[in-house]
């Protein structure tokens, strides 16, 4: 497995609380997703990053934030949890775009938001 | 924008017989086309991608610009093939990398 770490793994929080998800990775690769997992929608992007403090929305970003200042962190921030952010979270990794297709995924982050 | 979908949720078949998972998709441009799978208590994996014409774990799939679709096939299905299914593509250009999932197919290969 690709060296990608999430944290936590398990997430219990009450609405309106800040919660932050942490995807650290060791491979040294430039591109960083958050996707979440429901049923019913797959695989959503949330945001991603292009490399160290650059980042963008992805297709499902409203509440969530990002912040990436540094290769091997990339952090997803819900400022204030509500109920629809249930979810299962996965970070990806990519170490190039003209390896296509190509992500590594992380072991899922399951947060509920009571 | 770009579009995925996995018309089938569930899909069950026996050991031994043939498998498809159908994945249809939407997109001006000309798209890279995958197949990622999620087995029980591991990570989502890579499959195949249409670019490689590769037949990994005796799964194939052939990208269809006409119908445009990439359905994923096994003549002879085997009960470790039991796992998530996900249909994705990427869009050309300056995607980042990019991929848009379809909704998933629950494979249940039975003894």
């Known amino acids: 497995d690709a060296g990608i770490t999430q944290s936590p793994r398990h997430k219990v929080t009450e609405t309106g609380t800040p919660v932050t998800l942490r995807c650290h990775q060791t491979e040294n690769h430039r591109y960083m997703y958050w996707y979440r997992q429901d049923p019913g929608h797959g695989l959503r992007l949330i945001h991603y990053?292009?490399?160290?403090?650059?980042?963008d929305k992805g297709e499902v970003s409203d509440g969530y934030s990002v912040s990436r200042s540094k290769t091997e962190d990339f952090l997803l921030t819900l400022e204030s949890a509500t109920s629809s952010q249930t979810s299962v979270y996965f970070c990806?990794?990519?170490?190039?775009?003209?390896?296509?297709?190509?992500?590594?995924f992380g072991e899922g982050s399951r947060l509920t938001v009571l | 924008a770009q579009r995925v979908t996995q018309p089938e949720k569930l899909l069950s078949v026996f050991k031994g017989a043939p498998v498809e998972l159908k994945c249809n998709y939407s997109?001006?441009?000309?798209?890279?086309l995958f197949w990622y799978v999620q087995y029980s208590r591991q990570r989502l994996q890579l499959l195949l991608r249409?670019?490689s014409r590769e037949s990994i774990k005796g799964f194939t799939a052939d990208l269809n610009k006409g119908e445009t679709s990439f359905h994923l096939k096994k003549p002879f299905a085997q009960e470790e093939d039991s796992a998530m299914y996900y249909c994705?593509?990427?869009?050309?250009?300056?995607?980042?990398?990019?991929?848009?999932f379809g909704q998933g197919t629950i494979l249940t290969v039975h003894p």
């Open positions: 997109y001006s441009g000309s798209p890279e």
């Open positions: 249409h670019i």
């Open positions: 994705a593509l990427k869009a050309g250009g300056t995607s980042y990398g990019k991929l848009t």
């Open positions: 990806a990794i990519s170490e190039s775009i003209s390896r296509t297709g190509e992500l590594f």
């Open positions: 990053s292009y490399g160290v403090k650059d980042t």
